[in-house]
Structure formats: structure tokens, C-alpha cells
């Protein structure tokens, strides 16, 4: 297969776990006869630097024509210190996110055995976790009407929802749910928000269209809560772009590490893969952060593009790895801590 990948390292540590990423992917390529042609652009704080804005229109002819988009973080302190700047790099996210159509966030959580006693969870709580929280990316209140008024001391956000919006996203959560072990829990917050009934009531009119699945509906709350008891009790969850980032951050924690979730965002027809960390700019340029997570959402990309034996092939080195203790510092337990670069050999060398 031929495959024509747009590659966005980004900001921070997002150079470093790309390449290794890269390493791994050739190396499938190369096992399985595939021909990956990789086209780098620019993105985030790096974009602004070079052109001035965080997601260039070069960038999104690149990305847009691809086959699909593997990218690294976005973020950079200097931005994040300074309230009055005008443009941010998260703003190339949001305007990638929207103008690709990547409106679903695909967001898996398991545990690896090797790891399962680093989690600061109990074993008995998270041991068999295998959950994935489909998160709303182009609506309600990262997107809404916002501003400042009374002289700048009283600020709005507003979370705004059409049923369309949400339908497309439900879809998705139906039909991953038949694919797994149909279930599927809408989380919202519909003893208050407006928006929240109106997911509520529109995910209830699909219910019929999907007799086989089971369907719950649970206030975000109270779902954060149970994340943390009970997190094998949930399977596909469906949620709005707010609440999903807050849950996804919180389940990452599960497996051990965020640096070792991997995730992919969806939409009609591109696909973009990324890990769910962020920049982590006080490690970057010294080859310390964990790319696992970037290797694993090329796992990711390959079964999408249905190369389940490729997609296999990466995770069981990652497992490898993480079995063997070839993993960098932040899963060390002892004096020897592998670097960023190395584990990445070590991947591309084990495939």
C-alpha cells in the first residue's frame, strides 16, 4: 500500500516523539512492503514563528490532501504567560480541527500488564480496562460566541449545540459500541444545561436504530467519580467537547502514564493521529519524553487503514518494551532510563 502521510511535529517534545514514530513506521513499511511518503509542515508555536499564524493554509493543503495526518503537540510556555496575546497556538488546533471536518475524538483507555501497579489506581479497579471516549471536537463552548463586556470585568463562553452536530458523533459511538461489547453511556449534564438536554433527547431518538445496544445516560459528575472506582464498567462513551477533554485527561492517568495513550481525531474523510499528551516544553530537546504514545496512534492509523497485522506488529513491541524496561525515565524504576531516541531504535530494531 501506498500511503502519503502529512507529518506536523509541532512544538516541545512533539519533534522527538514524531521521530520515533517515523522509525517505527518505515519499519513496518519495510517488513510489509509498504511505501509511506511523508509530508513535514509546520503547526503551532513553530508555525507562528516562521509565518505568523498557528495552522498556515500551506499546512492545511498538505494535511487536506493527505491520506491521513500523524501529529505531535502544540503549546508553548512563552504563550501561555501572556493573557493579552493575540494569537495562540492552541488556535491552530481548533482551526485544523475545523476546517479538516475532524469533529470526533477517538480517545482509548487500557492498561498494560507490565505497568498495571504503576497506576496510582488500585489493581483490582483497573486491572481488564478497555474503555474508549468518543469526544465532540467542533461544538459547544471551545467554539461558541464569547467576549467581554462591563468594562471588561464580566466574561461569556457559550456552549452552543445543533442536533446534526450531535447525531454525526452518536453515529460514530453506536457504531463502535456494535463492534465491541454494545455498550454505550452518553455523559452530560442535562439536570442543568440546556445543550446537555438536547444531547440527551437526540441520542435517545437513535436508541431504535440500534436495538442491540445497551444505552445509559450519566451526568459528568458523576462519571468522573466512577472513572476512578470503577473504570471496567464503562465501554463507549459519548460525550461533548468540554467534558470529553476533562474525562479523557482523567482516565489517561489509568494506564500508569499519559505519555502512553494514544488517540486519533475523525471526521468525514481525514483522519489525524496523536498522542494525548501535550508539549511538555520543559523536556523538549533532551531527549527524555516517552513517544510511546505517538508510536501507539500509528498503530492506530494502520489498522484504520486496515493493517490489523501492522498495527499488531507495533503494539506488541511496545509491550515488548515495556516488559523488557527499554522505556525512558518517566517509567524508569531504576538508575537506567532509556532516551527518547533510543527506545525508538529499539522499536524500529524489534519490528
Known amino acids: 500500500m501506498k500511503l502519503d502521510i502529512?507529518?506536523?511535529?509541532?512544538?516541545?517534545i512533539g519533534p522527538e516523539v514524531i521521530d520515533q514514530a517515523v522509525k517505527v513506521c518505515d519499519a513496518i513499511a519495510t517488513k510489509y512492503k509498504h511505501e509511506i511518503s511523508w509530508k513535514p509542515a509546520l503547526t503551532g508555536a513553530a508555525a507562528i514563528d516562521?509565518?505568523?499564524?498557528?495552522?498556515?493554509?500551506?499546512?492545511?493543503?498538505?494535511?487536506?490532501?493527505?491520506?491521513?495526518?500523524?501529529?505531535?503537540?502544540?503549546?508553548?510556555?512563552?504563550?501561555d504567560n501572556d493573557p493579552s496575546a493575540k494569537v495562540r497556538p492552541e488556535q491552530g488546533l481548533l482551526k485544523m480541527r475545523q476546517k479538516l471536518g475532524l469533529f470526533a475524538n477517538v480517545r482509548p483507555t487500557f492498561t498494560f500488564p507490565s505497568l498495571i501497579d504503576k497506576s496510582p489506581l488500585k489493581r483490582e479497579r483497573i486491572e481488564g480496562t478497555d474503555l474508549i471516549i468518543l469526544r465532540e471536537l467542533t461544538g459547544g463552548v471551545y467554539f461558541g460566541e464569547r467576549g467581554r463586556k462591563d468594562d471588561g470585568n464580566t466574561a461569556f463562553d457559550t456552549m452552543t449545540y445543533t442536533r446534526a452536530e450531535i447525531q454525526r458523533l452518536a453515529k460514530k459511538g453506536f457504531e463502535m459500541a456494535m463492534n465491541r461489547s454494545k455498550r454505550l453511556c452518553c455523559v452530560d449534564k442535562a439536570n442543568v444545561l440546556e445543550s446537555s438536554r438536547l444531547w440527551r433527547e437526540t441520542v435517545q431518538a437513535m436508541e431504535k436504530d440500534y436495538p442491540e445496544v445497551e444505552v445509559s445516560y450519566e451526568f459528568v459528575d458523576a462519571v468522573a467519580m466512577r472513572l476512578v472506582q470503577w473504570p471496567k464498567g464503562y465501554d463507549v462513551i459519548i460525550t461533548e467537547n468540554l467534558f470529553g477533554d476533562i474525562l479523557t485527561d482523567e482516565a489517561s492517568v489509568i494506564s500508569g502514564s499519559m505519555g502512553l495513550m494514544p488517540s486519533a481525531s475523525v471526521g468525514e474523510k481525514t483522519k489525524l493521529y496523536e498522542p494525548i499528551h501535550g508539549s511538555y516544553p520543559q523536556a523538549a530537546g533532551k531527549d527524555i519524553a516517552n513517544p510511546l504514545a505517538t508510536v501507539l496512534s500509528a498503530a492506530m492509523l494502520f489498522e484504520d487503514f486496515g493493517l490489523q497485522q501492522e498495527a499488531d506488529d507495533i503494539r506488541r513491541v511496545v509491550n515488548k518494551s515495556l516488559a523488557e524496561g527499554i522505556v525512558t525515565e518517566d517509567l524508569s524504576e531504576d538508575a537506567k532510563a532509556y532516551k527518547t531516541s533510543e527506545v525508538g531504535d529499539w522499536l524500529a530494531k524489534n519490528v
Do not use: M
Not at 502529512?6 to 516541545?12: E, F, I, N, R, V
Not at 498556515?56 to 487536506?64: K, L, Q, S
Open 6 to 12: 502529512a507529518l506536523l511535529a509541532g512544538d516541545g
Open 50 to 79: 516562521a509565518v505568523g499564524e498557528p495552522y498556515p493554509d500551506e499546512t492545511h493543503e498538505v494535511c487536506a490532501s493527505a491520506d491521513a495526518v500523524l501529529f505531535g503537540a502544540i503549546g508553548h510556555p512563552r504563550f
